[in-house]
């Protein structure tokens, strides 16, 4: 007979992913150990722990495989790269660097775990197949209004799109570093706006340079006014800087997010030649 653990307080890490200090990046819960969990107290932990989602394993039968959920404070989600990256590398801290292979609900998703020339661990996901979509005027203009920005804000060089790794985001490009700086937008109208469309977060993004962008993920579809630094959004963001031919392959891409949080993250994005997958890499530390 199966022993229900769904009452039982498991085993809960604490780490910040996409940052190599406690007080950056992103920070996620990760359960070493789902094994037997409820649905309800997966969401139960997630909304006590309060950040912005936290993962739930449970071991396979292979070396490094693992079945992962991931929660945030009031849902479900099917991906999230923060919380992935917090993962891979606390198994690491305990097994070793290495491969994982985590199986979620949008597919499998390799990770490889390497230790830098500090000894600092950083890991490098690989995203499910990438699309991208466009979206109506109208969306964008709802989108805009919620946002409180006007269509001159925009860049009109990288027009807005949905872009999927994992889950969906609406990429909107502002055209100035000011502009991304001051965000402030309409929580329960964007909320519902989000819920509608199945988007997970919107990738607002500057681009300082060529390969070389600023990024900023409201979430209040999770509960969250706004995501410190976003895995999921970033490979998202890669396949859709590809899909446009802003960038070529192969390229690596650094992103800058939690910066006007006060919490800096750092994410490097690569596009492959002949891979659609993107990958994205950064470190992660314990929150003590």
């Given amino acids: 007979m199966t022993r229900d653990t769904s009452s039982t307080t498991p085993e809960i890490l604490r780490y910040t992913a996409f940052a190599t200090r406690p007080e950056g990046g992103n920070p996620a819960g990760v359960v070493p150990d789902a094994t037997g969990l409820s649905d309800g107290r997966m969401l139960a932990i997630a909304a006590e722990l309060g950040y912005s989602e936290t993962a739930f394993l449970t071991p396979g039968t292979g070396r490094g495989a693992y079945a992962v959920r991931y929660f945030s404070p009031l849902a479900e989600v099917p991906f999230c790269g923060h919380a992935t990256v917090a993962s891979a590398v606390a198994l690491a801290a305990r097994t070793g660097p290495g491969r994982f292979v985590f ?60 872009a999927y790794a994992g889950a969906r985001h609406l990429v909107l490009a502002a055209a100035t570093r000011d502009r991304l700086a001051r965000l402030a937008y309409d929580f329960d109208g964007l909320a519902a706006y989000m819920t509608a469309r199945d988007l997970l977060t919107l990738q607002l993004v500057w681009r300082e340079s060529t390969h070389v962008f600023h990024v900023r993920d409201p979430f209040p579809v999770g509960g969250v006014v706004e995501d410190p630094a976003t895995g999921t959004a970033a490979a998202a963001f890669g396949a859709y800087l590809r899909e446009l031919g802003a960038v070529g392959a192969p390229a690596v891409l650094t992103l800058h997010q939690g910066e006007d949080l006060g919490r800096p993250g750092l994410l490097h994005v690569e596009l492959r030649e002949g891979d659609a997958r993107v990958r994205v890499s950064g470190a992660a530390v314990p929150i003590r």
């Avoid at 199986?103 to 390799?110: D, H, L, R």
């Avoid at 230790?115 to 109506?136: C, I, M, N, Q, W």
């Avoid at 109208?138 to 009109?156: C, I």
């Fill in 103 to 162: 199986s979620t609900a949008v597919g499998e998703v390799p990770v490889e775990v390497a230790a830098d020339a500090d000894g600092v661990l950083r890991a490098t996901l690989t995203s499910v197949e990438p699309k991208v979509e466009d979206v109506s005027e109208g969306d964008v203009a709802e989108a805009l209004a919620l946002l409180g920005w006007a269509a001159a804000d925009l860049d009109p060089d990288l027009p807005p799109r949905v």
